[in-house]
């Protein structure tokens, strides 16, 4: 079942996936299980995207076929979808309301385990340090796409400076036309080109500690 399961989800059926996760259940199987299918489907899913084959259309299809299923486990299946590894902040920054990207970063985060404080839009520097300080999250993503973003993240970033926390935290940029050279400036650690990156990098710094 589960390999079934995983490929339907990877192959965005929709239909088939909900019947499955229905007959798991029915059967009898365990929700965690069931979950850890599903996980494995959007990981490959991620794999698509990275190739070329899937594009973000298909990143939020998949986002949205992976929160159905996790509706119908339920209880303990909804609490850990996203609960199961580290925390992770993210947020768009101050004078910024787009956030079609970061939903999709906090999708994906979220289907890989991460249990993801979203900040949503136009958050200023102090929202972000607080909810650093009082999660104990040690990684920040931050979203921007209009170019003043930039500048907020850096404020953002001077602020962590300001409170002794940049060493201790990791920070990861994204965003429309995000460049390295864009972060470099900013003074983040990692910058990430689409959904899947921000998975990618965070397995890596949380594999790293
Ligand atoms: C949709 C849109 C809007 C919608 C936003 C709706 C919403 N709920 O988000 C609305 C209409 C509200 C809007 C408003 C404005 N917009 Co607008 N908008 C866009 C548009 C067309 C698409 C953006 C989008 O959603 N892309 C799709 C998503 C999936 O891509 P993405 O955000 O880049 O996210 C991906 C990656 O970047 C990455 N990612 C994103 N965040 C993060 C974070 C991390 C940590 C990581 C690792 C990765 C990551 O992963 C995502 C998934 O792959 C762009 C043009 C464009 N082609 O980009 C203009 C654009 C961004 N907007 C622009 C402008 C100017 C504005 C306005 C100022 C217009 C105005 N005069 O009012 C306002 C600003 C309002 C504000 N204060 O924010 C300009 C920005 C120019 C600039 N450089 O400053 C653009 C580029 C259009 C243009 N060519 O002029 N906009």
Same mark, same amino acid.
């Given at each position: 079942?589960?390999?079934?399961?995983? /490929?339907?989800? !990877?192959? %965005?059926?929709?239909?088939?996936?909900?019947?499955?996760?229905? /007959?798991?259940?029915?059967?009898?199987?365990?929700?965690?299980?069931?979950?850890?299918?599903?996980?494995?489907?959007?990981?490959?899913?991620?794999?698509?995207?990275? !190739?070329?084959?899937?594009?973000?259309?298909?990143?939020?299809?998949?986002?949205?076929?992976?929160?159905?299923?996790?509706?119908?486990?339920?209880?303990?299946?909804?609490?850990?979808?996203?609960? %199961?590894?580290?925390?992770?902040?993210?947020?768009?920054?101050?004078?910024?309301?787009?956030?079609?990207?970061?939903?999709?970063?906090?999708?994906?985060?979220?289907?890989?385990?991460?249990?993801?404080?979203?900040?949503?839009?136009?958050?200023?520097?102090?929202?972000?340090?607080?909810?650093?300080?009082?999660?104990?999250?040690?990684?920040?993503?931050?979203?921007?796409?209009?170019?003043?973003?930039?500048?907020?993240?850096?404020?953002?970033?001077?602020?962590? $400076? $300001?409170?002794?926390?940049? $060493? !201790?935290? /990791?920070?990861?940029?994204?965003?429309?036309?995000?460049?390295?050279?864009?972060?470099?400036?900013?003074?983040?650690?990692?910058?990430?080109?689409?959904?899947?990156?921000?998975?990618?990098?965070?397995?890596?710094?949380?594999?790293?500690?």
């Amino acid at each position: 079942m589960n390999e079934e399961l995983s /490929k339907s989800l !990877s192959d %965005l059926n929709e239909d088939q996936v909900l019947n499955l996760v229905k /007959k798991a259940l029915d059967d009898g199987a365990g929700t965690m299980d069931i979950l850890s299918a599903c996980r494995a489907g959007m990981t490959q899913i991620g794999k698509r995207y990275e !190739s070329g084959e899937y594009y973000v259309s298909d990143l939020i299809m998949a986002g949205e076929i992976f929160k159905q299923a996790v509706q119908l486990l339920g209880g303990d299946a909804q609490k850990n979808a996203g609960g %199961l590894r580290d925390k992770v902040v993210v947020g768009t920054v101050k004078g910024d309301v787009h956030d079609i990207g970061k939903d999709l970063v906090v999708g994906m985060l979220r289907a890989n385990g991460y249990d993801v404080i979203d900040l949503g839009v136009d958050v200023p520097a102090d929202v972000f340090i607080d909810t650093l300080e009082q999660s104990g999250a040690r990684i920040l993503g931050l979203s921007g796409l209009l170019t003043v973003a930039y500048d907020s993240m850096k404020d953002t970033m001077n602020r962590l $400076t $300001t409170k002794g926390l940049r $060493t !201790s935290i /990791k920070v990861m940029v994204g965003g429309g036309a995000m460049t390295d050279k864009v972060r470099e400036y900013i003074g983040a650690d990692a910058m990430g080109a689409d959904a899947q990156a921000a998975v990618s990098i965070c397995d890596r710094w949380t594999t790293e500690v």
